[in-house]
């Protein structure tokens, strides 16, 4: 069963700081891993997507991979109140690109 | 707008009466896909489309049917529903499943359908 793993949460950080979302999946030819946002009764928004070692940066955001570790991360600078949401770690494994699997996702409050 | 809707997005039905739930995307996407989610258990995947007339089990399929008659329409069926399908519905759809570690594997959610089975 491939399997992908977010802290289980809840995280609370004070508006401006920056925030870490940490992700480990279990199969080691997994090819694309993505980062969605969900708010409270929405469906999950795309907002990175990574697909080689390094960090991939976009704004406030940046990816990170470690394909050797096994772990992909999200760090979401000067935090604001409207990033308080749940976010899914979302990883394509080698057996094909049908089969997204997400974790559990960690909701992140930002506090004013 | 390039887009992926559901209908409907809320649904209160009763066991054993079957249902239908449309999805259908304008992006012209060769991939779609049904998930569900549940409180503490995470979005888990129903059914897979790759293609027109392809379609495959996902982690969780069994009481629900699914076709692909139509490249842009995906449609969830619940024979007789039971209370433990009571759930959140996502459609979901990427441009092209075989290109992979690219862009073309980047899932887009429909809004999601609220389904309450008693």
């Known amino acids: 069963q491939k399997e992908v793993e977010q802290n289980s949460g809840p995280l609370s950080v004070p508006e401006g700081a920056i925030a870490s979302l940490n992700c480990t999946y279990s199969?080691?030819?997994?090819?694309?891993f993505f980062w969605y946002r969900q708010y409270s009764g929405k469906s999950p928004e795309l907002i990175m997507s990574?697909?080689?070692?390094g960090d991939k940066e976009d704004g406030r955001f940046t990816a990170q991979l470690n394909k050797a570790s096994q772990y992909v991360s999200l760090l979401i600078r000067d935090s604001q109140p409207s990033d308080s949401a749940t976010y899914l770690c979302?990883?394509?494994?080698?057996?094909?690109?049908?089969?997204?699997?997400f974790g559990k996702g960690m909701k992140l409050t930002v506090n004013p | 707008e390039a887009q992926v809707t559901q209908n409907p997005r809320y649904l209160i039905t009763v066991t054993g009466k079957k249902l239908t739930v449309t999805c259908s995307q304008n992006?012209?996407?060769?991939?779609m896909s049904w998930y569900r989610q549940d409180p503490g258990l995470g979005l888990r995947q129903i059914y897979y489309?790759?293609?027109?007339?392809?379609?495959d089990k996902g982690d969780v399929p069994e009481g629900y049917k699914v076709s692909r008659k139509e490249k842009r329409n995906f449609p969830l069926i619940l024979e007789s529903p039971s209370p433990n399908q009571t759930s959140l519905y996502f459609c979901?759809?990427?441009?092209?499943?075989?290109?992979?570690?690219?862009?073309?594997?980047?899932?887009?959610f429909g809004p999601g359908t609220r389904l309450t089975v008693l």
């Open positions: 979901a759809s990427s441009p092209d499943p075989f290109r992979r570690a690219s862009s073309y594997n980047e899932q887009f």
């Open positions: 199969d080691r030819g997994s090819q694309s």
């Open positions: 990574i697909y080689s070692n």
């Open positions: 979302a990883v394509n494994h080698e057996g094909g690109s049908e089969k997204l699997v």
């Open positions: 992006m012209n996407h060769e991939y």
């Open positions: 489309s790759m293609n027109v007339e392809v379609t």
